[in-house]
């Protein structure tokens, strides 16, 4: 009996959805798109996505050097929340958040979103401070979001230890509307949206070479030859520094390994989110059962998407002194992906020295909660040349000093 990858099952199976042969094909490109984004994962789907639906650009490739969802989009932890510290970062990810909540209708595809809540623990009364002080900021801004005492954690969280070792549980930041969503099913859904409208999802196709004249991109150069395109979005994560390499500018990010694990399946225990800053880690229960943890980037610029042991111990350690009953669990797979990382821990969507170029990058360690928010803005900067969304995550901000400082909110993986 022939044997088949998991993701050739899953090629196969999304091949009797219709439109979604067009998607998956390997064919060769046009010579010539209105747009061309490079990346496939749930950023640059999203923003071919809403070039169609909301501006009727759909002469549009989407360019992938592997396959389909197979970089950051199919190995993060899949939380989404929009409770973030400064104005421009709680509009987008809230943005972000509400297309969520109705993204499987739009898409007519279930991402299996789940407003389970999400829990920030404050473990200092340096947190303390900080997160309320958030919270009367989302009031501000119009994102729900509220301080509960410790007692509140314990009753969502039953088998959380409020007194650790090292760290007490003083209390916690509380997003009842946060949540999880299905990771893989985003960029299907988005990728059968966007072949549906008639654009193309070309896989295994590099881009080795930016083409420009007089100042304007004209074009890439891919290893299926070379296609030309009016505007040119970059949409690659822990790799756009190499592209922007390609097209002559330099960017402000650094490249680093973020590292997950699951356990074994278990019965149902925790309904939540939980994220614990202060001894970096998090973790939330799968629909399979599996306890899904992570915790901070690795201490050195890497490109690797494996883990490691020192990720386990220190990761696991702090979640064994906050939930003592996960220290009898086996872990049953772990892994890493590419995160961009900028100075203050903020995201650029950006116009670029060479005109028609257009980068989205630097989410660091929270892109996956950013994913439709993302493409909305993305696809009007590409569309109009300005979105409101995208005004203060500009490239300048760097030698302007306008930094929007999110290091509070994204201190650990998310």
């Not at 640059?44 to 549009?60: D, E, H, Q, R, W």
């Not at 399946?265 to 059962?289: E, F, L, R």
């Not at 116009?351 to 493409?375: E, H, L, Q, R, Y």
Request: aromatic residues 8%; contains cysteine; hydrophobic residues 40%.
């Amino acid at each position: 009996m022939k044997k088949y990858s998991v993701f050739a099952v899953a090629r196969e199976a999304m091949r009797h959805h219709t439109g979604w042969t067009r998607a998956w094909r390997d064919a060769a490109p046009k010579k010539r798109y209105d747009a061309i984004i490079v990346g496939a994962g749930g950023h640059g789907l999203a923003t071919a996505y809403y070039l169609g639906k909301n501006f009727g650009i759909t002469n549009v490739a989407i360019l992938e050097k592997g396959w389909l969802g197979g970089g950051n989009t199919g190995r993060n932890t899949t939380i989404i929340r929009s409770n973030y510290l400064q104005d421009p970062s709680a509009a987008i990810y809230e943005k972000s958040r509400s297309l969520y909540e109705t993204m499987s209708q739009d898409l007519n595809y279930n991402v299996m979103f789940s407003p389970r809540g999400v829990i920030m623990l404050a473990q200092t009364e340096h947190e303390v401070r900080g997160y309320k002080r958030t919270a009367h900021a989302n009031m501000l801004q119009g994102v729900p979001t509220e301080f509960i005492s410790p007692e509140k954690v314990k009753q969502l969280v039953p088998i959380i230890n409020l007194a650790g070792p090292r760290y007490p549980v003083l209390g916690g930041l509380w997003q009842a509307r946060g949540g999880t969503a299905r990771h893989d099913a985003v960029a299907w859904g988005y990728a059968r949206a966007c072949s549906d409208m008639g654009m193309d999802v070309i896989q295994r196709c590099e881009v080795t070479g930016i083409q420009s004249e007089g100042g304007k991109v004209t074009g890439v150069n891919t290893t299926r030859g070379d296609i030309s395109c009016d505007k040119l979005g970059m949409v690659v994560a822990g790799h756009s520094g190499h592209l922007a390499e390609m097209a002559g500018f330099r960017l402000p990010i650094e490249s680093v390994a973020l590292q997950a694990l699951v356990s074994e399946p278990i019965k149902p225990c925790m309904d939540v989110v939980v994220m614990a800053n202060t001894v970096h880690g998090y973790m939330s229960q799968s629909d399979k059962g599996e306890m899904v943890i992570g915790g901070g980037t690795d201490g050195y610029n890497n490109y690797t998407q494996r883990g490691s042991f020192h990720h386990i111990e220190e990761t696991v350690r702090a979640l064994v002194e906050t939930f003592p009953m996960v220290s009898r669990l086996k872990m049953l797979r772990q892994w890493g992906g590419i995160v961009d990382v900028t100075g203050d821990r903020s995201p650029i969507l950006s116009k670029t020295p060479v005109d028609g170029i257009f980068i989205n990058c630097g989410w660091g360690t929270g892109g996956f909660k950013a994913i439709p928010g993302s493409g909305w803005a993305m696809a009007e900067l590409m569309a109009k040349g300005r979105s409101p969304l995208t005004d203060a995550f500009g490239l300048e901000r760097f030698t302007e000093g306008r930094f929007i400082d999110e290091s509070v909110a994204a201190g650990v993986a998310h």
